[in-house]
């Protein structure tokens, strides 16, 4: 992101209603000139209502967006310098690669010479320059929405926004085009406000990321932010793997909170907010931080916590060892990991090693608004 005085876009208070439905929550952030954003949530969340409402398409029903500190609500969408992409491609099928590119650039009367050398540009950025004069029912779904980001592009908007584009491709062409995306995005310099229900997408994309939740960003921060700190167990659970164990909070040790498990085990873990004893929690451990062990000792494997658990299964993932497990109280929890210890037997009772820094204690909300 460029260091500069103002951001470019800033968002502030924004809130969108649809009759009775809050859609969009008092949401504000502020974006930086060349960076990328990404707006992350399930659906109905808010995330896509909130990029409409910067784009022009949508009005909101109360807030402010700003750009280069100026008013955009009342600047019509064509005026913004705003590029969009959508999840669907929305090619002009009798037009070529080159015609659908151009196409911006046309309806902006721009020399010809001007649109042509443009046009060539931009398909040469998205390592399409072989397919100019193909029609777009001639390409696979990858190189349409190639094509598609090459138009939205062509005409050099500050702010390209982009929604839901790669969630019709598969996995392998999806992960292609994020990579693709990445590099466009370093060599242009362009600001991204992107938008997706795919935290794997959002964390290897981007340079920050907003989860929302019900019309509201619960929290804004880059990958290690929210995955290793996480504000509250909707966080924990949507970014990343994560086991949940329930618990009563008995005692605070300086930075660290005593839970006592169903069994009646004591759990140490670090927690961002305060909690008063005898309350409601979930303890948060990812599976990659849990280890295995026939050992009883929990310091050998360098740890200083253990709870007892019984083997329910183990799959072969290539890289990793999946272990699903299940504590004394038929709590499942799940064990990622690269280390290949001898195979136990299914139903084999084994221990559970993890570290006190590795647990995250949050606020059991369901249970406090039951």
């Known amino acids: 992101m460029t260091e500069r005085t103002m951001p470019l876009v800033n968002i502030r208070n924004l809130v969108k209603r649809f009759a009775a439905v809050t859609a969009v929550d008092d949401v504000s952030l502020q974006v930086g000139e060349g960076e990328f954003l990404?707006?992350?949530g399930s659906s109905g969340s808010g995330k896509t209502t909130t990029l409409f409402i910067v784009a022009g398409f949508d009005d909101p029903s109360s807030g402010e967006v700003e750009i280069d500190g100026r008013s955009?609500?009342?600047?019509?969408?064509?005026?913004?310098?705003?590029?969009?992409?959508?999840?669907?491609y929305t090619l002009f099928p009798n037009m070529t690669v080159a015609q659908?590119?151009?196409?911006?650039?046309?309806?902006?009367?721009?020399?010809?010479?001007?649109?042509?050398?443009?046009?060539?540009?931009?398909?040469?950025?998205v390592q399409l320059g072989a397919y100019a004069k193909r029609r777009p029912s001639e390409l696979s779904g990858g190189q349409q929405q190639r094509v598609a980001l090459a138009r939205a592009l062509v005409y050099k908007p500050r702010i390209l926004l982009m929604d839901e584009p790669l969630a019709a491709l598969d996995k392998r062409l999806r992960e292609d085009i994020q990579l693709e995306i990445r590099r466009i995005h370093?060599?242009?310099?362009?600001?991204?406000?992107?938008?997706?229900?795919?935290?794997?997408?959002?964390?290897?994309m981007s340079d920050r990321i907003a989860v929302f939740s019900h019309g509201k960003i619960v929290q804004?921060?880059?990958?290690?932010?929210?995955?290793?700190?996480?504000?509250?167990a909707f966080v924990a659970g949507f970014i990343g793997n994560s086991n949940f164990l329930q618990g009563t909070?008995?005692?605070?040790?300086?930075?660290?909170?005593?839970?006592?498990l169903a069994d009646g085990t004591t759990i140490h873990g670090n927690s961002p907010a305060a909690l008063p004893a005898d309350s409601r929690v979930k303890l948060?451990?990812?599976?990659?931080?849990?280890?295995?062990?026939?050992?009883?000792?929990?310091?050998?494997q360098g740890c200083d916590q253990s709870i007892d658990v019984t083997l329910h299964d183990t799959t072969y993932l290539g890289d990793i060892l999946q272990h699903d497990v299940v504590t004394a109280w038929r709590q499942d929890l799940t064990i990622r990991s690269t280390q290949r210890i001898a195979q136990p037997a299914r139903g084999e009772t084994l221990k559970l090693h993890f570290s006190s820094s590795d647990v995250m204690i949050f606020a059991d909300e369901r249970r406090a608004s039951a």
């Open 249 to 260: 909070v008995v005692a605070k040790h300086a930075d660290q909170v005593a839970v006592r």
């Open 38 to 40: 990404t707006f992350l």
């Open 100 to 125: 659908n590119v151009g196409f911006p650039l046309l309806v902006r009367r721009r020399p010809k010479a001007e649109i042509d050398k443009a046009v060539k540009d931009m398909l040469e950025l």
């Open 72 to 88: 955009v609500l009342s600047v019509p969408p064509n005026e913004r310098n705003i590029g969009m992409v959508f999840q669907r």
């Open 186 to 204: 370093r060599e242009l310099g362009v600001t991204i406000l992107y938008v997706t229900h795919d935290q794997e997408e959002a964390l290897r």
């Open 220 to 232: 804004i921060g880059n990958g290690a932010d929210l995955y290793e700190r996480p504000a509250d």
């Open 284 to 300: 948060m451990i990812r599976p990659e931080r849990l280890i295995l062990s026939a050992t009883s000792n929990p310091v050998e």
